[in-house]
Structure formats: C-alpha cells, structure tokens
C-alpha cells in the first residue's frame, strides 16, 4: 500500500520556466514533509521541508506548498535550470526527521 | 560536513552467498536507517535503528538482517543473497539537523 504518491514519473521544462512536481499522501498521521533530489549512482540529497502547521514554506528558487484538507502536496522550481534535472522523491514521516516514507519520484529534465 | 560512508560503491556476489554492506555516519546521530531503490518502487525501507543494539524491521524487512554494535556504524547483512536482491541500497543517519545519505552501494547479485 503507497502511502506516498508521486503519479508523474517523468516531466519535461524548459530552462527559465517553472516546475512543478506533485505528491499525495494517504497517511493522516504524517507531519512533516520532505523533497529530495537524487543523481544518478549518488545518495539523495535533501532540498526543502514543510511541517504540516504550514502550508508554504520558500527557499530560494524552491517552494513547497501543503494542501492537508487535500493530503497534497507540491514543489515548485522557479526558475529552472540544466542543473535541476534529476529525480525528486517526496517524503513524509509521523515526527520530524525520523523513519521517512517515500514516494516512487519523478525524473526532471529541464531543456535548453 | 554530515558524512555518511558506505564502504562500497559497487559489488557483485553470487547466489546464496552472505553479503555484508556497511555504513559509518560521524555526526553522533542515534538514528540510522537502510533503504533500497528500484526503479518505479522508489526508495522502501528495510530495517532502521534508534540506539545501539536496537533494530526495527522497516516495510521488507525479508531476506535481510542488520547489526548496531557502536552507534556510529549500521550494518545490513543479506544472510543467502538471491538475484531479486539486486538493487541499489541506500543508507541514512538522521537527527534534528536532518536525514542524510550515503552515495549509495549498487550490489548485483548474478
């Protein structure tokens, strides 16, 4: 049973535009929601979180936003780059940094 | 820097051998987790351990067992590999700073 959802395997940008990758989640005890950026043969690589008393939080170029009422949530890259492509998990968990849930990813490929 | 090693980037075993992938963090965290990626599966967890000699088995814990002598090192042990244990495997350490990962060990099992 998935409990977190990425249903967009793959999605093409083109550089300077916006990405956005989506997620759900069925779990209501989740709280605390995590993106991941992982390359090819490297570990992943944390890039944002969001606790679930929140409903956006911004880190530069990235943002995550929580819908709960929806158990949905999204990342958004603005503006991307070459760089950027790669794949990014959505993760959850029931307490902070503690055991994550994974989502199956989505392969970004920003275009020139 | 977080670090978290695994002690091989790559490996080929063969069938029924018993393998043992390694993991060494040295940020003192208590947490330590092992995953595994596959295509399409995304990354599932197989065991994870809150203190030294503790484990939990994760969501497949089968064909796997793990080992937390010292707090710093998080072994998984595969006790008769088998080729559906082909895979890449992925450990992490967490705390309040975070979760991070090691490079990842890509094991093959022929």
């Known amino acids: 049973d998935q409990q977190v959802k990425q249903n967009s395997p793959s999605l093409s940008v083109q550089e300077g535009r916006i990405s956005i990758l989506n997620c759900d989640y069925t779990?209501?005890?989740?709280?605390?929601f995590l993106w991941y950026k992982k390359y090819p043969a490297e570990g992943p690589t944390f890039l944002i979180s969001?606790?679930?008393?929140?409903d956006k939080n911004e880190d530069g170029r990235f943002t995550v936003f929580l819908n709960k009422s929806a158990k949905h949530l999204s990342l958004h890259i603005v503006p991307s780059q070459p760089g950027d492509s790669a794949v990014y998990f959505c993760?959850?968990?029931?307490?902070?940094?503690?055991?994550?849930?994974f989502g199956t990813g989505t392969r970004l490929q920003v275009t020139l | 820097d977080v670090k978290v090693t695994q002690s091989s980037r790559y490996l080929v075993k063969r069938t029924g051998e018993k393998v043992f992938l390694e993991c060494v963090q040295d940020?003192?965290?208590?947490?330590m987790f092992w995953y595994r990626q596959d295509p399409g599966l995304g990354l599932r967890l197989i065991y994870f351990?809150?203190?030294?000699?503790?484990?939990e088995k994760g969501d497949i814990p089968e064909g796997y067992s793990v080992s937390r002598e010292k707090k710093e090192r998080f072994s998984l042990i595969l006790e008769s590999a088998s080729t559906n244990q082909t895979s890449m495997y992925l450990c992490?350490?967490?705390?309040?700073?975070?979760?991070?990962f090691g490079q990842g060990t890509r094991l093959t099992v022929v």
């Open positions: 992490a350490s967490s705390s309040r700073e975070g979760a991070f």
């Open positions: 351990s809150y203190d030294v000699k503790m484990k």
């Open positions: 969001i606790s679930s008393i929140k």
């Open positions: 779990n209501s005890m989740f709280d605390y």
């Open positions: 993760a959850a968990s029931e307490k902070g940094w503690d055991k994550l849930t």
């Open positions: 940020m003192d965290h208590e947490n």
